[in-house]
């Protein structure tokens, strides 16, 4: 058998981004001075790294320059007509009770969205208007995600707009807060948004993320980013749902950073995007502190979906559980790449991470690499990883008790991922994750 190595050039591959996309797209990005100079940095980093490829190790699995090839034109502030299609969209994906907050291709929708009436407790702003405002504290906190990830810096040179959400301390926000990313459809274009989340002290909320397509969206791009500062004794609820169009791409990453005795519960589900890379950073700096993370992939036909978490034990004396399901069908390929620090300080310990994927398809591809780097000696750690078909035997006892074969997949796909789904503490989101599973699976052929 001879076997022939193809060599890809890759060290000196520039970006897939025009250089002069920043110029083209000024008249668009909110900020001057200081702003425009750290945007500038931005895609000066951008280009000099270029899309990332299998051969940084963080990307081994979801190498952009093979699956997405380029980044697209800035996508145009939405008109009246593309306002009309979000707006239809939203009513099949709007959350009963929650307080929505809607941008369309990456620009706040105020016609679309509820941010009256809010109270003394909490306040909503977009980013367009922080970073027109000249808040220097605010914005050095935006730009706070450094340029080391080319994506990462790829949205802190073209963000054009997001919702900055801050919470007084002591407060408890009664309603979900629910940001919902709508691509209108009208060209296929990107997105670039970031949001910033701030905790106070002792307060508690939720918030929702949806990613959805308009009925004719199609081939778009969703750049986004999310900052979270979760204040000493405060807890925030997190839930991530990307249902995108089937030929979208979905890029995101989150830094979350914990204070003292504060409880960050997060849970992500897919089931949308051709290729969708979720990176999050979450620094447990606050001694007594608890980090829930969950997820789940439903994938098919080439669906393409990485996970990649960072959690990093800074302080003694914290928590963290990590759970993550996949379930893949066809040729959908699932990506989790999980990787837990427990710094010399950081004594006393409990992180445990686990990763279990179910095949449906012998074409079906389940990447899962989990890490513990620990430098403390007084912890609790552990971490697995499982890869499976469903069990014979059990399918057999179903069947045999009357049920079709496709209504007796369904039965075990449902308690295989509701371990992780079971994680989410708000009832009516619990029931909506679950919906969205059942939606799935009854879509399967």
């Not at 608890?290 to 990649?308: F, I, K, M, S, Y």
Request: contains cysteine; charged residues 25%; proline residues 3%.
């Amino acid at each position: 058998m001879n076997v022939v190595l193809a060599k890809t050039e890759t060290a000196h591959a520039k970006s897939d981004i025009k250089s002069d996309i920043l110029a083209v797209a000024r008249d668009r990005l909110p900020g001057t001075g200081k702003v425009a100079d750290l945007r500038r940095q931005a895609l000066e980093a951008h280009e000099r790294l270029g899309l990332p490829h299998r051969r940084i190790e963080d990307w081994k699995y979801t190498d952009l320059r093979v699956l997405m090839r380029e980044v697209l034109p800035l996508a145009g502030a939405p008109d009246a007509a593309a306002l009309k299609r979000a707006a239809a969209a939203l009513k099949l994906h709007a959350i009963a009770g929650a307080r929505r907050v809607v941008l369309v291709d990456g620009v706040f929708a105020p016609s679309l969205s509820e941010t009256s009436d809010l109270g003394k407790d909490i306040g909503i702003r977009t980013l367009h208007e922080v970073l027109e405002a000249g808040d220097a504290a605010l914005q050095a906190q935006l730009f706070s995600p450094d340029n080391s990830d080319a994506m990462v810096a790829l949205n802190s040179a073209m963000m054009t707009d997001g919702i900055v959400i801050e919470v007084a301390d002591n407060a408890v926000v009664p309603r979900p807060l629910h940001i919902v990313h709508i691509a209108s459809g009208a060209a296929p274009a990107a997105m670039f948004t970031r949001s910033l989340i701030r905790i106070g002290r002792h307060a508690s909320a939720t918030l929702v993320e949806s990613y959805i397509g308009a009925e004719d969206a199609k081939a778009y791009q969703v750049h986004d980013s999310l900052i979270v500062a979760i204040g000493d004794g405060a807890r925030l609820d997190h839930v991530r749902l990307i249902e995108d169009s089937r030929e979208a791409f979905n890029i995101s990453s989150a830094v979350v950073t914990l204070g003292a005795n504060a409880h960050f519960n997060t849970f992500g589900m897919n089931t949308g995007s051709l290729v969708s890379r979720y990176q999050a950073v979450i620094v447990v700096a606050g001694e007594g502190s608890r980090v829930e993370t969950n997820g789940v992939n439903l994938l098919n036909g080439r669906q393409h979906a990485d996970t990649t978490l960072f959690l990093d034990h800074a302080v003694p004396n914290c928590s963290s559980n990590e759970i993550f399901r996949a379930v893949l069908d066809d040729r959908g390929h699932s990506v989790f790449q999980g990787r837990i620090i427990v710094r010399p300080k950081a004594q006393k310990t409990a992180a445990k991470m686990m990763t279990r994927a179910l095949l449906l398809s012998d074409e079906a591809e389940a990447d899962n690499k989990p890490e513990l780097e620990i430098f403390a000696d007084d912890v609790t750690c552990g971490h697995g990883a499982t890869t499976g078909a469903l069990d014979d035997s059990l399918l057999f006892y179903l069947r045999a008790r009357g049920l079709p074969e496709k209504e007796a997949q369904a039965l075990l796909i449902l308690a295989f991922v509701g371990e992780a789904i079971e994680s989410i503490a708000n009832d009516a989101l619990r029931e909506l994750a679950s919906l969205a599973a059942q939606r799935w699976l009854a879509a399967r052929s």
